[in-house]
């Protein structure tokens, strides 16, 4: 966890350097309340979940033709509930994609090629969890490749589907949802 906030701090430098004083304080004081909710995998809305969540980084130096690799993340430290095991079995597939020992044929620009990637824990609840995967990828072109991907598992039954989350219990009895009239 050490190298991977050495290396968020030096990402945080980097991105708030430009513009006015007030533009780097507010970028400075975002940055940091949304890696204070990273690492405490807080929920941004929602009540909370039952399970505790516990904080992961995994860091790569760069190496040549390999990867630069930065991914924070989170998984519960003691899956009781099935939408908590289903949880930590999507993690660990994300973690076993993360491009860690990847070698490419070629030589990139600058040397080497970028991963990072973090998680937002978007709602929680006992009965709902929703999570934002963000992913930024450098593979050697002229831009990196940034993209995110939503999960949302119910807790109880482990359902990972949103469209099956939703179609079996009616907007009306998911407290904290939007209802439809």
């Not at 992961?56 to 130096?61: L, M, P, R, T, W």
């Not at 072109?141 to 990972?160: E, F, I, K, Q």
């Not at 589907?161 to 009616?170: H, M």
């Amino acid at each position: 966890m050490l190298a991977d906030q050495r290396a968020w701090l030096k990402r945080r430098d980097e991105d708030c350097a430009q513009g006015s004083d007030s533009e780097r304080v507010t970028c400075l004081a975002d940055m940091t309340q949304a890696r204070i909710g990273e690492l405490g995998a807080a929920a941004r809305s929602g009540p909370g979940l039952k399970g505790k969540l516990e904080p992961f980084a995994i860091v790569k130096e760069a190496v040549p033709r390999g990867y630069q690799v930065d991914f924070t993340g989170f998984r519960f430290a003691d899956p009781k509930l099935p939408g908590e095991v289903v949880f930590n079995e999507v993690v660990d597939k994300l973690v076993a994609e993360a491009p860690v020992d990847e070698k490419v044929d070629f030589d990139p620009p600058g040397g080497y090629l970028d991963f990072q990637q973090s998680m937002t824990l978007t709602y929680g609840s006992p009965d709902l969890m929703s999570v934002t995967v963000s992913i930024g990828r450098y593979d050697g072109g002229a831009h990196p490749n940034r993209y995110s991907a939503g999960y949302t598992v119910h807790m109880r039954d482990g359902v990972l589907d949103f469209g099956k989350v939703f179609r079996t219990r009616p907007w009306r009895s998911c407290p904290g949802c939007v209802s439809r009239t």
